[in-house]
């Protein structure tokens, strides 16, 4: 839902570095969030993968690549099956929290 995604959204920014807390990433896993339909599941499991491929590159752990290389997988298990495009908006920022989290991971990080 719109309200259960702007909570999300709400959250990503909120807890930027060194990212999203591990309570609300095992939630998006569980793919069971409350305000969300169950068509969006796999879509908050991708969105896990994705956190987690973040946090952990902000934490600067190895497991990083590994994360990354499975949301890639589901991603591409998702295709043909949820139509993506619908997750567009038509103006302003995407309001669905993996592209936030593809935009902030396509950036380079710089470590002081």
């Known amino acids: 839902t719109p309200d ?4 999300l959204l709400a959250s990503f920014y909120e807890q930027r ?3 999203l807390d591990a309570q609300l990433i095992d939630g998006l896993a569980s793919g069971k969030l409350t305000g969300q339909s169950s068509s969006d599941s796999s879509l908050l ?3 896990a993968l994705l956190a987690l491929a973040d946090k ?3 934490l ?11 949301a890639a997988e ?4 998702l295709m043909g099956k949820v139509d993506m495009m619908q997750m567009f908006s038509t103006h ?3 309001k669905h ?4 989290f593809l935009d902030k991971l396509t950036m380079e990080m710089y470590v002081r």
Do not use: C, Y
Request: avoid cysteine; charge should be negative.
């Open 74 to 77: 589901v991603f591409q298990g």
């Open 56 to 58: 952990t590159r902000n």
């Open 97 to 100: 929290l993996i592209w936030h």
């Open 45 to 47: 499991v991708l969105s």
């Open 60 to 70: 600067e752990l190895p497991e990083a690549d590994l994360h990354f290389l499975k």
């Open 4 to 7: 259960a995604n702007t909570s």
């Open 17 to 19: 570095d060194p990212g």
């Open 92 to 94: 302003g920022a995407p």
